[in-house]
């Protein structure tokens, strides 16, 4: 018995129904029949009663018999019609086994006294809530509490369809420390409804934790940025490296819910806002740095071309102290932050 159990939890059974269509129209003219039975089993009864002679055997008979069927089991049987749409199904369990899952979009009949269970029927989960305010969250949970209760009744249907689940942002620490706010969006769809539904609660509220938990476990592994180091992984700028890492993170802890993770994106990437301001001026200042650096070399590079070109060509001879005077003066033009101020010279360097 254990090991049946242990299969119903980790193998989904696909079950074969049969038509709701035709079940549902010989039904109807089964109940039909039995109606006109019943009324011609009174009419008996109550001729038999008035002729003071007869059995009431047979009409009495039939009279239980048809009215059991068009006012018992009739109506009944039309508790088995089950209607699919598309990327739907419904797991069935029947006086608590599990007997399998419907899927496929058409009109079903199965066994009445079956159940079809969905732990998040009526359930707010993660994936469909917006962001809203603990106000707003309470003025809303009033209004769709009657509408939540209804839902829960009747949509027991397990969405086979590719889904969003997009987490609040989080405050998570990098590699190095620093505090970062972080969301992430994955995409992800029911593979195994038998898991889903037997081995987790709730297998959308169960998504959204081991989502956060993954999401810490890459997060800590990666620095914010690379500032200043060549070919080193990081948040910012190896988003496709960490995007893949996390959704291996997140299958691997999802899988015993039968959820595949088709894609998990980072849409969300910052400083939290204590350090948000010194690391502006970090980059601000890595990014004066790599300028000065790229307008000295180039500086220095035009000074070089501008002697070669003066002796080369012989227009002007310069001593070493004019040279050095040259140099000085136009570095101080290329490197600049302002326009350089022409000075005219009327006399002689050496005065």
Do not use: H
């Amino acid at each position: 018995m254990a090991v049946n159990n242990k299969t119903f939890q980790n193998d989904e059974i696909e079950i074969k129904a049969m038509s709701g269509m035709a079940c549902m129209v010989m039904n109807i003219l089964a109940m039909i029949a039995c109606i006109a039975v019943f009324a011609y089993a009174v009419v008996q009864v109550e001729a038999i009663d008035s002729a003071g002679s007869g059995s009431f055997l047979l009409p009495v008979i039939l009279m239980v018999v048809s009215g059991l069927y068009a006012f018992v089991f009739g109506p009944m049987i039309f508790a088995g019609l089950k209607i699919l749409k598309p990327n739907e199904a419904y797991v069935l369990t029947l006086f608590g086994k599990y007997l399998g899952t419907l899927k496929g979009a058409g009109f079903y009949w199965v066994n009445p006294f079956s159940v079809a269970v969905n732990p998040t029927a009526g359930v707010t989960s993660a994936t469909t809530a917006s962001f809203k305010t603990p106000a707003e969250s309470v003025n809303s949970f009033a209004g769709t509490l009657n509408t939540l209760n209804t839902m829960s009744r009747l949509n027991r249907r397990i969405s086979l369809k590719d889904m969003t689940l997009s987490n609040d942002k989080q405050k998570v620490n990098d590699q190095l420390g620093n505090p970062i706010i972080i969301g992430t969006v994955v995409i992800w769809k029911v593979v195994n409804t038998a898991k889903a539904v037997f081995n987790v609660d709730n297998y959308k509220e169960f998504l959204s934790i081991q989502c956060d938990s993954a999401l810490r476990n890459i997060v800590r592994l990666y620095p914010y940025d690379s500032v200043g180091m060549d070919n080193e992984a990081s948040l910012r700028g190896s988003s496709m490296e960490v995007a893949q890492k996390l959704r291996d993170e997140i299958q691997a802890k999802v899988d015993n819910a039968g959820l595949e993770i088709i894609e998990a994106r980072i849409t969300n990437l910052s400083y939290s806002e204590e350090i948000a301001a010194v690391m502006l001026q970090r980059q601000q200042a890595s990014a004066i740095i790599d300028a000065r650096n790229m307008i000295v070399e180039g500086a220095v590079g035009m000074v070089e071309m501008a002697l070669a070109k003066l002796s080369e060509n012989n227009i002007v001879e310069l001593d070493e102290e004019r040279k050095a005077t040259m140099v000085s003066n136009l570095l101080v033009v290329l490197c600049g932050n302002r326009d350089a101020q022409p000075v005219v010279n009327t006399g002689s360097l050496y005065q």
